[in-house]
């Protein structure tokens, strides 16, 4: 049991949470074999049921994005932000560095390069997942 929950677990279920005293109703949906392939394509593409984006998707407010969506997102977004704060903590230390020597001593040369890289990479894919938001 040494493994560790996935990444963004809390946000990330593939089934719906249980309720208190359970779903007392039932619905049944026949598909055709054509119909049942798309469920499972889209379904396994958000990595939930076909249970879960049948109800999401019929209770979506305008009739377009579902909660699924909604925190494949925020793990997105909390994932950009980590990396970002991560990225931050390397510039620090180079700056660090780079004040005790007065300039940028040259083994701090390519890090520098490679972490400012990364924090502009790091923003892009946040600009990215901030531009998938829903628009009011």
Do not use: Y
């Not at 990595?47 to 109800?55: A, D, M, N, P, S």
């Not at 903590?89 to 700056?95: M, S, T, Y």
């Amino acid at each position: 049991m040494g493994e560790q929950a996935p990444v963004g677990r809390v946000f990330d279920r593939r089934r719906r949470a249980n309720v208190a005293g359970g779903r007392q109703h039932r619905h049944e949906v026949k598909v055709s074999p054509e119909e049942e392939g798309m469920l499972l394509r889209r379904a396994n593409a958000k990595g939930i049921t076909v249970v879960r984006l049948l109800v999401e998707s019929a209770l979506a407010e305008d009739g377009g994005e579902i909660a699924s969506d909604r925190r494949a997102l925020l793990v997105d977004l909390f994932a950009a932000h980590r990396t970002l704060a991560s990225l931050g903590n390397n510039v620090n230390q180079i700056a660090k560095a780079t004040n005790a020597e007065g300039a940028v001593p040259g083994e701090l040369v390519q890090p520098l390069r490679h972490t400012l890289d990364a924090v502009r990479a790091a923003a892009a894919a946040l600009s990215d997942a901030i531009e998938e938001l829903p628009k009011p």
